[in-house]
């Protein structure tokens, strides 16, 4: 079924693209009265009619084979009723609408018989059908993946301008072809001259669209891709890889033509210009179809999830990474003289580019060159990699998901990676391997996808166990979330009460929370609006420095700060307890509380804490005490105040880890 | 007809076509979300309105005869946050502590609007 389905979008997208580029090259050419020329013109207007009608009915093709998708029923492709509905209620259905008017207005304006005889009648007439079938064409972008971004605009107008040049290039090499044929036969001499000017004025052509095709397909890339894990280890990925790889020949045969042949075409005729022109013909023809095969892999990808959308599956056992060059000088001195390596051969390439004499040593040179600097630089930066490491993960960095994890964590992970995490566990000292000590900075440099995958499917040579099979998806990224926290633990130890400018990495887990019957909310609807002071107390001691804060919440408040306070008990009467006075204004969270306390505790364990965290969800500051009024009041607001006056440093992390 | 006029009528008609599009239902989407956009966030002004109520009390303030409450989304007037509202008459706070989990009738025409009725719910 969507076998068949892709094979309808093909083909509709190949004879639309058909559609544009035989009105465009008839433009092209031009109007003449040689018979030659009036005859392929004459077969070409044939053939838009022709393209205009199995446009029309593939089109109908994929509007049915997608009702049926839609409605998961085969039966649902030939119902009236869902047919409507799919037209009349889904942005692709309106798309539809307008796509499949355009062509029938096109398909009536070609059927009425016009007098073209005058120039601007000729001009109007060709120019119109060119339009209608462009229009017909750029629209389509409307209904494809662009539409589904934020500011769907801009991605639409891209995806129009890559249709429209794809439309213009690769739907006109077929009419130029057969016009070529007809020139370079024994009696079409008449249509020689006008032969040769279209291929010239195509070529051009040919060369801005693919230029433009370039630039918008990159863009398009840019965000429908994003990464390199998405284009290896994604279907959509893969398919644009593809399409990359037919994208290399069908250049070469151009760049051939435009080098070779085109040159030739104004030698003497008999012996050089005719030749020429059958042999151009015959490459061009070649670089057409290829081109149509390209659409095929264009229309596959209008029907895949975008790469950013995708879990990435890493194709390879190994990724390139900086990480494995700290602490290692000798792999770091190798793969900077690699480099140096490198950017020799990419100078001696462009200037293979430029020269004209002895640029063909020079080119060897240059891959000889790049071919040694990438087996010098490449194998230092290359580490372990598994087809989960891009993954990410399916349960949020969130406080709940790491005190679930925390329990995993004990029951599973603790026998041999010890308590703490620090690989000192009874059973570790068994194993061929000792246990990782989780705590250490190189935990932090796998990507949680390397941790989901030895927790999956073990470390056999180290003898870690697979958990794949006990663990449920959600319960190993729990595993991960913890082991994260307790990682950023670890590096948190030495972060104090007063704000590092410029230095903002240790991420605030998210958690929800209550206060009282009124509805939950959560610590990342802050972001970009509010910093937090995040206070976790402890009562009776902490009583002084809440009313110095319930005293300074006014001021603070106006500075942008929300206070949250956190009872380390997590009572559930904890408003109660704190009693009518002083006026406790702030949040004193009464459901959620226990999941928040543990997770923060992990970073500071003191009977009072408080967690200064930015606008961006990053925590800046953290003093740990015993809940005793602060000496000098205003020291926290100088703290807000250096935040309030930073400039936003890091992007506002993710909501999962990586 | 000369192809000329042909192709420009067609192209008149297209753009009429276009224009009468958005004129007819452009236009009119844009301004029934607009509606439902003031509708949501403005409020219903000048009429008199009962909301119940959910929230707790976080401060009682006798003197004015004010209760501070953190309360949920009231609809049409104002989101959940804390704040303080006026009691109808003194037995409204003398009937509630700090830290009561409550449910409570709110009336008046905004702003000014008053507690006209309070019950704890645990």
Redesign the interface.
Known sequence: MIGLEILARWAHLALSVLLVGTAVSILLAGRSDRPTVLAWEARMLDACRALVVFAFVTGIAVLMLQTALLEGRHAAALEPVALRRVLLETRGGSVWLVRHGLLLLLGAFLAVPLDVRRRVDWRAARGETALLGAAALGVGAAAGHAAALPGALTAIAVDAVHALAAGAWVGGLLPLTLLLRRAASEDGADARPLAVLTARRFSRLALLCVVTLGASGTLASLTQVGSVAGLVGTTYGRLLLGKLALLAPILALAALNRRRHLPALGGEAARVGRPAMRRLAWFVGGEALLALTVLGFAAAMGFTPPAAHAEPDWPFGFRLSLEGLTDAPGRAARALAGSQVLVLGAVAVLTALVVRRWWLPLLGGALVLLAAGGVIALPPLAIDAYPTTYVRSSVPYQAASIVAGAARYGEHCARCHGATGAGDGPDGLRLPRPPADLRAPHTAQHTAGDLFWWITTGIPRAGMPAFGATLGVEERWDAINYVRARSAAQAARDMGPRVEPGRAWLVAPDFAYAVGPTPARTLREYRGRRIVLLTLYTLPGSRPRLAQLADLYGAVAALGVEVIAVPTDAASDALRRLGAAPRILFPVVTEGAADVVAAYRMLAAAAHVELLIDRQGYIRAISRGDGRADAEPNALLAEVQELNAERVLAPAPEEHVH | M???K???L??LA?VLGVGWGYLFWGLRTARLEQELAGARTTAVAGVERVWQI???????VPEINVL?I????IPGYMP?M?MGFRASSPKIHEAV?????V?FTLQGVPPNVTITAIEK?R
Request: charged content about 20%; cysteine-free; hydrophobic content about 55%.
């Open positions: 000369r192809a000329w042909a192709a420009a067609l192209n297209l959910s929230g707790v009390v976080r401060a009682v501070v953190t309360h949920e989304d959940a804390t502590a700090v830290g009561d989990a449910r719910t």
